[in-house]
């Protein structure tokens, strides 16, 4: 059994940076991948960016350049780096787990994914 637990977001004025962070308990990095969605109100959810368990990414373009992702897979550590917030990235920001042996390239698929944290929430004012 996974266990997902993301921390780090808060509030913050546009232009600004903040890293979360998603303890991942229990994930295999074993063709697998990690990514982080976001959910912002009355907006789909929306992928942000996704690693696989050899390190390649994929950051979806709405944040390519700003955010970068990573894993310290020796803390079991998922990671979001996220420099020039905007208003627009105020959301609840989601870590999930994949499907081991599964991850051939990173993907913002959400089905791919079959566990979830419970969400930290980021404000960009």
């Known amino acids: 059994h996974v266990q997902l637990v993301e921390s780090g977001g808060g509030l913050v004025q546009a232009g600004g940076s903040l890293r979360l962070s998603c303890s991942a308990t229990?994930?295999?990095?074993?063709?697998?991948?990690l990514a982080w969605f976001r959910q912002a109100p009355g907006k789909e959810r929306e992928g942000v960016a996704s690693i696989r368990s050899d390190g390649m990414t994929f950051h979806a373009d709405s944040v390519q350049g700003r955010f970068t992702i990573s894993q310290d897979t020796a803390k079991n550590t998922l990671y979001l780096q996220m420099n020039g917030l905007r208003p627009g990235d105020t959301a609840m920001y989601y870590c999930?787990?994949?499907?081991?042996?599964?991850?051939?390239?990173?993907?913002?698929?959400?089905?791919?994914?079959?566990?979830w944290g419970q969400g930290t929430q980021v404000t960009v004012s």
């Open positions: 999930a787990s994949g499907r081991s042996g599964h991850c051939r390239f990173p993907t913002l698929d959400p089905d791919f994914y079959i566990y």
């Open positions: 229990g994930h295999s990095y074993s063709s697998n991948c």
